[in-house]
Structures are given as C-alpha cells and as structure tokens.
C-alpha cells in the first residue's frame, strides 16, 4: 500500500470512529482503522501520535486487528511530548 500518512487537515482520512464505525460491526471489506493503520505503516513509522481518543482507540484497535501490537503502537500526543522531556 502507498504511504497515505500525509491525509491530514483538509485532505484527511477519518479513523472511523468519528462517522460511528467504533461501535459498527463491519461485514463488507475490510474496516476502516484497519485501512488507516496500514497507510500510517507504510509510511515507515513504528509510533503514532493523535490528540483524539476516538483515533487513540481505533489506531490501537486496528493495530492489534492487524497483528502488529509488538512492533507497533498509538499513544496521546501528549504522552509522546511528555516522553522528551
């Protein structure tokens, strides 16, 4: 899959939890945190960083959906901050 980490702002791709798909049962193709975990991999990244605890959920979600909780992981922006510190 091509790197599509670079949809955000005007151009950005929803986790999915903020059209409800968190609390959806999907039956048809593949589920949308899972498509965007797949982008933010493919960008080269091993962490991902949001401010939104919808997206913290999904990300999380989709990452483990996926099978890549021991290389991968979602954390709160301002975990992330706070780690350099």
């Known amino acids: 899959m091509e790197p599509d980490a670079a949809r ?3 151009k950005g ?3 999915g939890a903020g059209g409800g798909r968190m609390w959806m049962e999907e039956k048809l193709g593949k589920r949308i945190n899972q498509t965007r ?3 933010l991999v493919a960008s080269g990244a091993s962490t991902f960083a ?6 913290l959920t999904m990300i999380g979600d989709g990452i483990k959906e ?3 909780g021991e290389t991968h992981k979602a954390v709160d922006l301002a975990e ?3 780690d350099r510190f």
């Open 80 to 82: 992330l901050v706070a």
């Open 37 to 39: 975990v797949e982008q």
């Open 66 to 68: 996926t099978e890549r």
């Open 50 to 55: 949001s401010a939104c605890p919808y997206c």
């Open 13 to 15: 791709f929803c986790c």
């Open 8 to 10: 955000t702002r005007e």
